[in-house]
């Protein structure tokens, strides 16, 4: 079965499933869309690739059975709900949505006309994270540590939004948040915020966040998150057991450059798209999860000392 998928925003993140897509699979692109047209115009003249410069008309599109959400994260909540009354199923860009409720109502909303709502939480399909599972890395851990460092002008390009609180939902927290969450949700399980420092930039954005979580059975787990990191990117986890010792897993071991690590973390993104439509479909829980952890954070924050 080959599923035709279309991309619904053509910035940054679009690159990485372009590249995947390039790789044989059961995912086809058969469709991009974006309002400024110098994005689409390598497909313009595409015998396979149709363009749109409104998403409304791509979910018109027969050939299209699933979509890919890459917009701003202000806009995802509105563009899945119209997807999925266009009966697509959905892989959106994290975070799922920018308010808990919305989120919940998302996942009803695919659970009830039994549609995949997948969010891309790309590091779960890191070979080293996945390895690390494998090998009982973290069984025997009295610590969990996740460090995600990067310079968002480097991440960012041409895509301003993500240092528009009110776009983004926040900063660090609310866009790299969910990814840690997620990556450490698949190390150790499911999280309870318990504690946070959280440090500005000039424009109230959260450039920087330290967060103490636990999990259900006790373990210690901490996320480190920075958005002004010098020093190209840092992504990894460090895992401290009884006898003092740890261990490293490095999400960007043998990456040869910036980012490099996600184009075979955004093949596993599509390979689970088509397996959840083959199959058993993913009904967004793992996407809500991730926006009640972002949340929690920011109630935190507002809380008085």
């Not at 563009?79 to 975070?95: S, Y």
């Not at 490095?250 to 980012?259: I, M, N, R």
């Amino acid at each position: 079965m080959t599923i035709g998928v279309g991309i619904i925003g053509m910035g940054v993140i679009s690159h990485y499933y372009l590249k995947a897509f390039e790789r044989k699979q059961a995912c086809r692109l058969v469709a991009v869309c974006d309002k400024a047209p110098a994005r689409l115009q390598a497909y313009v003249d595409s015998p396979s690739v149709r363009t749109y410069g409104d998403y409304h008309s791509l979910l018109e599109d027969p050939l299209v059975d699933a979509v890919v959400i890459n917009l701003p994260n202000n806009l995802h909540f509105q563009a899945c709900i119209d997807a999925l009354k266009a009966g697509k199923h959905v892989c959106c860009e994290k975070p799922l949505t920018l308010d808990l409720e919305q989120a919940e109502q998302l996942r009803d909303m695919a659970r009830r006309l039994n549609l995949t709502l997948l969010t891309a939480f790309h590091r779960r399909y890191n070979t080293y994270l996945i390895n690390a599972v494998e090998h009982d890395v973290f069984a025997q851990a009295v610590h969990v540590r996740a460090r995600y460092h990067e310079r968002i002008e480097d991440h960012a390009g041409q895509d301003t939004w993500y240092l528009n609180a009110a776009a983004c939902g926040g900063g660090c927290i609310a866009d790299n948040g969910p990814n840690v969450f997620d990556t450490l949700h698949v190390a150790v399980g499911p999280l309870r915020v318990v504690n946070l420092q959280v440090r500005h930039g000039e424009t109230g954005i959260d450039l920087g966040a330290n967060i103490s979580l636990v999990t259900p059975q006790g373990l210690a787990v901490s996320a480190e998150l920075s958005w002004d990191y010098a020093l190209g990117e840092q992504k990894d986890l460090v895992v401290t057991y009884a006898d003092g010792t740890t261990a490293t897993v490095d999400l960007l071991q043998d990456s040869a450059g910036f980012k490099t690590s996600l184009y075979h973390e955004y093949e596993g993104v599509l390979a689970h798209l088509a397996s959840s439509i083959q199959g058993l479909a993913e009904d967004g829980t793992m996407g809500v999860e991730a926006v009640r952890l972002v949340r929690d954070c920011y109630a935190m924050t507002r809380s008085p000392a």
